[in-house]
């Protein structure tokens, strides 16, 4: 079992900054990639960014690129995601994810991550 809890959401103008975070519990932390994904008010899930479990290898959406990045600590369970620039299009529920299957390459699939968090509300206001 994980358990996923994310803070840092919150009301931000266009163009400001936000730092996501997503503390996890229960299984071995540095053992497994993660993942951010969103849902925007009547949309489906999207993928936003995924880390391995090293953090060395990273990937981002392409309307996040440039502007998002996405880190882990091990050491504190936590992994993060810094988003700079944010656009109203940004706005969404925020969601970390768990894939305790331990690939080598992080997916970027909603469908391969078993343990989800509570989510999280950003609202970029324009």
């Known amino acids: 079992q994980v358990q996923l809890v994310e803070s840092g959401g919150g009301l931000v103008q266009a163009g400001g900054s936000l730092r996501l975070s997503c503390a996890a519990s229960?299984?071995?932390?540095?053992?497994?990639?993660l993942g951010w994904f969103r849902r925007a008010p009547g949309k489906g899930r999207e993928f936003v960014a995924a880390?391995?479990?090293?953090?060395?290898?990273?990937y981002g959406a392409d309307s996040v690129k440039g502007r998002f990045t996405i880190s882990r600590d091990n050491t504190q369970n936590t992994v993060y995601l810094q988003m700079n620039s944010l656009k109203p299009e940004d706005t969404a529920v925020y969601y970390c994810?768990?894939?305790?299957?331990?690939?080598?390459?992080?997916?970027?699939?909603?469908?391969?991550?078993?343990?989800w968090g509570q989510g999280t509300q950003v609202t970029v206001s324009s």
């Open positions: 994810a768990a894939d305790v299957r331990y690939p080598a390459v992080p997916s970027t699939a909603a469908s391969e991550y078993g343990y």
């Open positions: 880390i391995s479990w090293s953090g060395v290898r990273t």
């Open positions: 229960g299984r071995t932390f540095s053992r497994y990639p």
